[in-house]
């Protein structure tokens, strides 16, 4: 496979996104579960022989990294030409980057739900709900966000931008707990964002 053939198959392959581990946010494909599994296999070689050596923890991982993307093949735990599956996550989030950053979740990789917490304690969030509340009270059409609204929005997405990286993928889902986790305008907010941010 060539590095043209591989960014083929890894940008028309449909990724998953891995809701039960949102504090590590990646998507994953399986390889039983695809049609053309001579791609798979291809793929996988590829990152095999031309990737380089990194960790996750204390597992030694082989990655490629391409457009801004980190690709892996898993589980780990298995001989390279055994894993069954396919992942990737945003480069900035890998355990390498966010160890550098100092940024590694402290609950290390486990399952979990997407804490919004940090996001809806946020004082710059929580200015922007009632902003926005106030906002759909007043009897005038909204305008336009004005430059110091757009620019407090930025903040708040630039601030928490790996929960704003996985809450489109678990809102599509229909994830229950985020819905559980916020109140209706908080919704609203968290969801105007996201709209802002793409």
Known sequence: MTEEG???????????FAKSVPNWPHFYIVEEELEDQLGYAATRAFIRDHGYDGNFFDMNVRYRDADGWTYWASPLAEPFESRYMLN?????????ALSKAGKLPPEGFQAQHLSL???LEDPEFQSLVRDRDAEDH??????????????????????HGKTFHCLPHL??????????QCLDEELKQLQSLLLSGR
Do not use: G, K
Not at 88 to 96: A, S
Not at 171 to 180: A, Y
């Open 117 to 119: 917490s940090p996001v």
């Open 6 to 16: 591989f960014l083929e198959y890894v940008t028309t392959v449909r990724w998953r």
């Open 88 to 96: 990737r996550c945003r480069t900035e989030y890998t355990w390498d």
């Open 138 to 159: 007043a009897s005038v059409d909204s305008e336009a966000p004005n430059a110091e609204m757009t620019e407090r929005q930025r903040n708040v997405l630039h601030r």
């Open 171 to 180: 809102l599509e889902l229909d994830e229950q707990s985020i819905r559980e």
